[in-house]
């Protein structure tokens, strides 16, 4: 039986591989930067790192030492942890509290303590019901030894955290502690108490501004300007903080304006929310919440839909005149 072929102009197209097509593609990470401009680049975009956040660890943290203290008591039914970096700070900070008297005349480095209070809090953590936001804090949790927890499914916002822990019966009464990733979240302690659990946020860093702006107020400028058309958003905080900026460069509705020209993604519904109380419609979310998944899908759409919008974008001129 002989294997059907296709005249020369007839066959199958392969699908486009996605591709920036040497368009500028402006990315708001902090600590995450490097790896997302080694995807844009991977996918044919220059990328320009406009840094929006920065964490600043809180000093003697008394709230994190409470938060030890009350675990090892049995003080609290549930904890709920958002991020990985948050869930180590939540140790290295907490682990202290828990460490045994230092003997006389011996070291830290001597008697091991530090590696004690860890090893303290992994069995607490361990001694109540865990709920983790995503891979990240469970990956930390394992660092520690901790395998019994439940994950939240994707996209892992308040609302699917709230879902979880509904899903593990009566809320009435239970003490509940949430690590905060940077920021309270609201919604999600306003739900917990809706259903009658007790509330204890748990602050380990909060989000602030670069030290240096410098980048962040260019980046800015140039999507005002028209001089880039694709941006992606990875986090409430960065859209807070653009804004802010913006702000103080007299460049918001400058900004809507050129964002509305151009390609805004958006990495989850919670990102999506908070671009829309900025008056800013995101084009599209990933499939999946995650950074490579976002680049890759901004890559495969970006075309299409600045030709939707009639906007060449900023393409070398030979991809403009083609």
């Not at 828990?98 to 004690?116: C, I, K, M, W, Y």
């Not at 953590?125 to 709920?131: A, C, R, T």
């Not at 599209?284 to 490579?292: D, L, S, T």
Request: one cysteine or more; charged letters at 25%; hydrophobic letters at 40%.
């Amino acid at each position: 039986m002989s294997t059907p072929t296709h005249p020369p102009n007839d066959r199958p197209s392969r699908p486009a591989s996605p591709d920036f097509a040497g368009r500028r593609v402006i990315t708001f990470e902090s600590r995450r930067a490097t790896e997302m401009a080694s995807l844009i680049q991977r996918y044919g975009g220059v990328p320009v790192t406009a840094p929006a956040l920065r964490e600043v660890t809180i000093e003697r943290n008394e709230r994190a030492l409470d938060f030890a203290r009350r675990l090892t008591g049995a003080e609290f039914d549930l904890v709920i942890l958002l991020t990985g970096v948050g869930t180590r700070a939540l140790v290295a900070e907490a682990a202290p509290a828990l460490q045994p008297p230092q003997a006389e005349g011996v070291t830290s480095d001597q008697d091991g303590r530090g590696a004690q209070g860890a090893s303290l809090m992994a069995a607490a953590l361990s001694s109540v019901q865990l709920v983790v936001r995503g891979p990240k804090p469970a990956a930390a949790l394992r660092e520690l030894g901790v395998t019994r927890f439940v994950t939240v499914p994707e996209p892992n916002t308040w609302r699917e955290i709230l879902e979880v822990v509904r899903g593990l019966g009566d809320l009435s009464g239970k003490r509940v502690a949430v690590q905060e990733h940077g920021a309270p979240s609201h919604e999600l302690y306003a739900g917990l108490e809706a259903a009658g659990a007790r509330v204890t946020p748990v602050p380990v860093y909060r989000w602030a501004l670069p030290e240096d702006t410098t980048a962040l107020r260019q980046g800015l400028r140039l999507l005002a300007d028209g001089d880039a058309a694709i941006t992606l958003f990875t986090s409430r905080a960065q859209v807070e903080h653009a804004l802010h900026v913006a702000a103080e460069e007299g460049l918001v509705e400058r900004l809507r304006a050129g964002l509305a020209r151009g390609v805004v993604a958006s990495i989850g519904p919670v990102c999506s929310e908070a671009l829309r109380a900025e008056g800013i419609e995101p084009d599209f979310e990933p499939e999946h919440p995650k950074m490579g998944h976002l680049v890759k899908e901004a890559a495969a759409r970006s075309g299409e839909i600045l030709a939707r919008k009639g906007n060449p974008g900023d393409a070398p001129a030979s991809a403009q005149s083609s």
